[in-house]
């Protein structure tokens, strides 16, 4: 994997009351606030400058430990040129932070045996057969797209010859006009980079498992995660579509002397490529709904997932299920995000935090979305926190994320 794709394969004011949702109507609402003045020392120190620097424009951050809510803050601007702050019930484009809520849904097919982890992905989508570049048409399972293992890859890692951009393939952030299974097949289109299960890429193929959900449960993407993940998680803003296109957060590009504002469809250079944005995406039910980058919501959202997640599955998913997405499915020599990191179902996981050079502890979960967010779970040392931003690509791997990290394990 090129070196300059590491950071991007990170795919990618407190109040001592309740937050100002109170993580209302989510699971995430029983974490009571336990405030941590030392934390709060810090941690605001470095939200603070990052906005007095504009490496952000406007950021919420929570933290739980041991399940209480440690630390809570909007800080910044939601909307720089109208003035709007920040607030906890902001809503965000969370682009790859998708990905742990459909890779959920995913599992929770397997566990009503709608979908098995070893079946080839033609016995959902019968034509969906990309080939190696010597022509031969191999296995794909669904175990290899869970783990980014298929062979396929993304055009934001891409330059501008690459088959993908030539097909038209949707990254799943842009307005392109065209179905899911219309992008499915312009991906099957495009020649294999490796040989499946031989190496690991990050690509679009949690969007190809979203069409996969689709056939297997004859319901669409968004029904599906409503019904497995966000309804008994009791969240109202996750979907695919914003409800409340007031909340959304306006995003905004890093730049000098200070960010920009997106427009549609505007390419955003990350390394020797780019990113391509469309902002309104977010409020378009007519775009194709993206398994990988497509939905949105609040920063509680996230954080009353990955607790879930953290304390066993319920009310989503069994125990054993979550053993399986939380182990080291294809090895550290993947360095999925640097050194020392490995993947499972949904994220990176944390095999060796020295060879990482990290505080986290071994098999921390974690991974980001290009719109600036960045998330980490830390079993081992009961931490879950999240970092939801709408400055790209700052809030997603940028100073400010390895900041708040070693805030949140500073003595």
Do not use: C
């Amino acid at each position: 994997m090129r070196t300059w794709m590491k950071p991007l394969a990170v795919a990618l004011g407190l109040a001592l009351t309740a937050p100002a949702v109170a993580l209302a109507a989510s699971r995430a609402d029983t974490l009571a606030p336990a405030p941590d003045a030392a934390l709060k020392a810090r941690i605001d120190g470095v939200l603070d400058r990052a906005i007095a620097e504009q490496r952000l424009v406007g950021v919420v951050v929570l933290v739980a430990r041991d399940g209480k809510l440690v630390y809570h803050r909007a800080a910044g601007l939601a909307d720089r040129e109208a003035g709007r702050p920040m607030t906890e019930d902001a809503v965000f484009r969370f682009s790859s932070v998708t990905k742990p809520f459909v890779s959920a849904a995913i599992m929770r097919l397997v566990e009503q045996g709608k979908v098995r982890l070893d079946d080839p992905v033609t016995a959902y989508l019968p034509d969906f057969k990309p080939k190696l570049a010597s022509g031969t048409t191999p296995v794909i399972t669904i175990h290899q797209l869970l783990t980014h293992t298929a062979g396929l890859t993304y055009g934001l890692a891409e330059g501008p010859s690459h088959p993908y951009h030539a097909l038209g393939v949707s990254d799943g952030i842009d307005l392109s006009g065209i179905s899911l299974d219309e992008n499915v097949r312009r991906i099957g289109q495009a020649p294999l980079a490796f040989p499946p299960g031989s190496k690991w890429r990050y690509s679009v193929a949690i969007d190809v498992l979203g069409d996969v959900v689709e056939k297997a449960a004859g319901k669409t993407l968004p029904e599906v995660v409503a019904e497995t993940v966000t309804t008994p998680l009791g969240l109202k803003d996750a979907g695919f579509v914003a409800k409340d296109a007031a909340r959304l957060a306006t995003p905004y590009a890093n730049a000098q002397p200070a960010p920009t504002r997106m427009t549609d469809n505007q390419d955003v250079p990350i390394g020797p490529t780019f990113v391509r944005f469309a902002p309104s995406r977010a409020t378009h039910a007519e775009e194709f709904p993206s398994g990988g980058a497509g939905m949105v919501g609040k920063a509680g959202d996230v954080l009353a997932l990955l607790e879930a997640l953290r304390k066993g599955g319920a009310p989503i998913l069994k125990g054993a299920t979550v053993a399986e997405m939380t182990k080291d499915q294809v090895g550290p020599q993947a360095a999925t995000q640097g050194p020392g990191w490995g993947f499972g179902y949904g994220w990176a996981v944390l095999d060796d935090p020295a060879l990482a050079k990290t505080p986290q502890g071994a098999g921390t979960l974690a991974w980001g979305g290009v719109y600036g967010h960045n998330w980490f779970v830390d079993p081992k040392n009961g931490l879950t926190v999240v970092l939801m931003s709408n400055t790209a690509f700052e809030g997603m791997n940028g100073q400010v994320t390895r900041e708040l990290r070693d805030a949140v394990y500073a003595k």
